[in-house]
């Protein structure tokens, strides 16, 4: 069996869904488990609606009501008929979005969030299954959030691997096709929780992990993994081959094309990933298993954006050491801050952040208390895996570097702006 997934970008609308129909007869439609995220910008839509909300501003009714007609106009241009049924399920969908919010009693941000931004998912699965059957291919909807369970960190949540296994036997018809939300899974109480922005990659993982998949493919808006961000860098070239350590290695540095935590489970039972174009599914794309790193070898070329560089001595004269660190860790953790990078000196300790959850300025209170601090916010981090001096040099040019680091195989530098 199989397991698809297709990203916001490749459903964003009517002609993304149909694609959907083009990719799928050039694969197969049988023995086939297709993942699917929310269309387009929704969950970013829905995360303003949230925010609205919790600021007791109405403006939140109409954020939904845009993101509705956003969705009617995709339906538009899939079915002809106005009376077809999906229309009313997904104007129940966002009626349900409405209700949960009226109901709601908690002031808990995260779990808010969940419950609410997780019906991207949930709106885009149900247009797609849809769809599929109105044009003959017979498909299972299932609801993910019966079939992964997590721990409560709400937005961040932690899989129960166990449970999650047991279900996905149990629930999924291996020979069949069937359609499910990325990113989203349920806590011991069937709230909603999510598994981290961009984690729909992370749910085929899990899938292709619990179902002993043969292949997991990813469907992009790019011709697969190439060395680096096309956003970002001219020229960047098509890597056909990369080694499972390698694409851990190359996500976890910020290669923002695979979510980090989708590959050591394919890895584990030595499932193939294929990272594919939804626009030229014929084409070969990237391949993710074992073997040799990369192929072709060459520099990649990865930058975070956003990151906070931030920089602690102690208050009297002495030393950051190991028991300070292991405390500065543990705020880390607690604030859900993930560190980039570290640098220790004699007196001072330096650490690149990422901030996902937007908790710094809080840590920054509670770091202020015990050490000195200095920082700069809106930093960018650039890797270079694999560097040669030619690639360092050009990438230096004109940037004002503010800490520097390499090792073996792999060159990092944080800079401003
Ligand atoms: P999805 O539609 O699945 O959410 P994403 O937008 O998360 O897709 O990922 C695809 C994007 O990742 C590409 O459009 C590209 O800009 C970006 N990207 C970053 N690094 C790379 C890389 N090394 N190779 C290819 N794409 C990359
Ligand atoms: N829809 C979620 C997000 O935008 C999950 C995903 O796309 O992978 O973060
Ligand atoms: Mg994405």
Not at 253 to 274: C, D, E, N
Not at 275 to 298: C, I, R
């Amino acid at each position: 069996m199989r397991v698809f997934k297709f990203g916001g970008a490749s459903v964003k609308d009517a002609n993304g869904v149909k694609n959907v129909i083009n990719v799928l007869r050039e694969t197969g439609f049988s023995d086939l488990l297709i993942i699917v995220s929310a269309m387009g910008k929704t969950t970013n839509a829905l995360e303003k609606v949230v925010e609205s909300y919790l600021r007791n501003n109405t403006e939140y009714k109409n954020l939904i009501k845009n993101l509705q007609q956003y969705h009617i106009l995709i339906l538009e241009g899939l079915f002809d008929n106005k009376q077809h049924p999906t229309f009313s399920k997904i104007n129940n969908l966002f009626k349900d979005i409405e209700t949960t919010l009226f109901r709601n009693k908690s002031t808990q941000y995260d779990f808010i969030y969940d419950q609410i931004v997780s019906y991207g998912e949930l709106i885009a699965t149900t247009i797609v299954s849809e769809y599929l059957s109105d044009q003959g291919y017979k498909n299972e909807w299932l609801d993910a959030r019966d079939l992964i369970k997590t721990d409560i960190v709400y937005r961040d949540a932690q899989v129960d691997w166990k449970n999650t296994q047991q279900n996905i036997i149990e629930k999924v018809n291996k020979n069949t096709l069937s359609v499910t939300q990325g990113f989203i899974g349920s806590d011991q109480n069937n709230f909603t929780t999510t598994l981290g922005r961009e984690g729909s990659d992370y749910t085929a993982g899990i899938f292709a992990y619990c179902l002993g998949a043969d292949s997991v493919s990813i469907w992009k808006d790019v011709p697969g993994v190439l060395n680096a961000d096309p956003r970002v860098f001219e020229d960047t070239k098509l890597l056909s081959h990369v080694s499972y350590e390698e694409a851990i290695e190359l996500a976890f540095f910020g290669a923002s094309v695979i979510h980090p935590k989708t590959i050591q489970p394919l890895q584990r039972k030595q499932i193939p990933l294929y990272v594919k174009s939804f626009l030229n599914p014929s084409s070969e794309g990237t391949s993710v298993k074992k073997g040799q790193p990369l192929d072709p070898y060459m520099p990649c070329y990865i930058v975070k954006k956003n990151q906070i560089l931030l920089s602690l001595s102690s208050l009297d004269f002495s030393f950051i050491v190991e028991d300070n660190i292991s405390e500065i860790f543990s705020l880390f953790h607690d604030y859900h801050i993930k560190v980039d990078l570290i640098q220790n000196s004699a007196i001072s300790f330096s650490v690149c952040l990422d901030d996902k959850f937007d908790h710094f300025d809080e840590l920054l209170q509670k770091l202020k208390s015990k050490f000195k601090v200095t920082y700069n916010k809106n930093v960018s981090l650039f890797t270079v895996r694999h560097f040669t001096s030619d690639a360092i040099a050009s990438l230096e040019k004109h940037k004002d570097i503010l800490l520097k680091q390499i090792t073996r195989e792999t060159y990092q530098m944080v800079v401003k702006g």
